[in-house]
């Protein structure tokens, strides 16, 4: 095992290869408080990648109710309770990560779901937390709460299922930091299943071998962002490039809200994997839930968050979530004006800060109609 450093946890850690940082590391910021559980990037990637004999049962994008809902069955709890309590200091995890907790003989801590446990993406489905006793009226924040969770592969800096695959056939591109199989190398023995804990994944029983996220790659060779960042309809998706934090830049977007404002939080971040999909919290869940799912940072990234209507800055760089097809590498505020740009600085979108509101009146003179949807 080699030393590398995690700064999701603060700490070195131990993983089965040393560090090597791709040129630049895809990732990407979802706003949970916006997805509506429509489900529409789920199938924008299944009609673009699984679709095939043997890719039935995948999802390589799911969106579940937490905390009841799960693909596959208890993904998340299964993997905790193995795992055993684990503690936080400060911003420091000093626990033991999966590839420092496995068993003998293992790479990675994991478990291998059954088949069946894949067989009801939409478990828990909008099932709530908590009680409402006869006779209750609405409080705010309200006794009963869920939330939608969107969930792709992480391209993990540290990927389980990399380093648990015997036969190597699992990499992570210098280039882009997507992490990709070899179909040609796979033999098909699951490790990789069994040592993602997010389990995205997947075995095809008729090829045999192993199959995963591939972030659209040839979408984004080309500057467009995936498809199921394209086709969200809650515009909850922001895809782009994340830095080390001592390399983080103000005008990179990614950056500004992982490193910068703190408002963005990866998923298990103690499991040591430093996944690169970053979550805004949502802000009416307990906030001890949250901290076991992202980390001692939620607190602060609910205060930032409820306060980014007052942020300028801030509120502005979140009206660019689905404002274009583009991945967009930098930004800039010019007064009320959000200017997504490229690499160079040439401006691929511009968005207002406030929406241009016009009133119609009832009677159409131009036209000669009444309108029925006008007050
Ligand atoms: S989320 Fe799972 S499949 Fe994706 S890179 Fe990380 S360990 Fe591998
Ligand atoms: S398309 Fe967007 S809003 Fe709809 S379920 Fe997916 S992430 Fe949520």
């Known amino acids: 095992m080699a030393r590398v450093y995690n700064w999701q946890i603060r700490r ?64 998340d709890v299964n993997l905790l309770d193995k795992l055993g309590p684990q503690r936080w200091s400060g911003g420091r995890f000093e626990g033991r990560t999966l590839f420092e907790a496995a068993e003998a003989g293992e790479r990675v801590l994991g478990w291998r779901p059954e088949e069946i446990d894949y067989a009801n993406p939409n478990v828990g489905e909008d099932d709530c937390a908590g009680a409402i006793e006869n006779g209750a009226h609405l409080q705010v ?47 098909g ?34 500057g467009l ?16 490039w994340v830095s080390r934090p001592s390399e983080a830049r103000e005008d990179n977007p990614i950056d500004y809200l992982v490193h910068v404002r703190k408002l963005a939080l990866p ?6 994997l430093e996944p690169n999909v970053y979550y805004i919290p949502p802000i009416h869940a307990p906030r001890r839930y949250l901290e076991q799912m992202f980390g001692p940072g939620v607190e602060q990234a609910i205060d930032t968050y409820r306060k980014a209507h007052r942020d300028k800055d801030l509120a502005g760089l979140l009206e660019l979530f689905g404002s274009t097809e583009k991945v967009v590498p930098r930004w800039k505020r010019k007064g009320e004006l959000i200017f997504g740009q490229d690499e160079k600085g040439r401006e691929i979108v511009r968005v207002p ?14 036209h000669g109609v009444v309108r029925t949807n006008c007050p």
């Open 12 to 75: 070195e850690m131990s993983y089965w290869y040393g560090e090597s940082r791709p040129a630049r590391q895809f990732a990407a910021v979802f706003d949970i408080n916006k997805c509506i559980a429509c489900q529409t990037c789920t199938l924008a990637c299944k009609t673009t990648w699984t679709s095939g004999k043997g890719q039935e049962y995948m999802l390589w994008n799911n969106v579940e109710s937490k905390p009841y809902g799960f693909y596959p069955l208890g993904w």
């Open 141 to 187: 924040p309200h006794m009963a709460w869920f939330y939608y969770l969107a969930r792709i592969c992480n391209h993990c800096t540290y990927p389980g299922c990399l380093a648990s695959c015997p036969r190597g056939s699992i990499y992570k591109r210098p280039e882009d930091g997507i992490v990709l199989v070899d179909q040609g190398r796979c033999r």
């Open 189 to 222: 023995y699951q490790e990789c299943v069994k040592a993602c804990p997010y389990k995205k994944v997947f075995f095809n029983p008729m090829t045999g071998t192993s199959e995963k996220c591939i972030a659209c790659f040839p979408k984004l060779e080309t």
């Open 225 to 240: 962002q995936p498809q199921c960042f394209v086709n969200c309809i809650g515009k909850i998706r922001m895809a782009g």
């Open 267 to 272: 998923l298990f971040p103690q499991w040591g």
């Open 353 to 366: 800060m406030t929406e241009p509101v016009v009133i119609r009146s009832r009677f159409d003179v131009a």
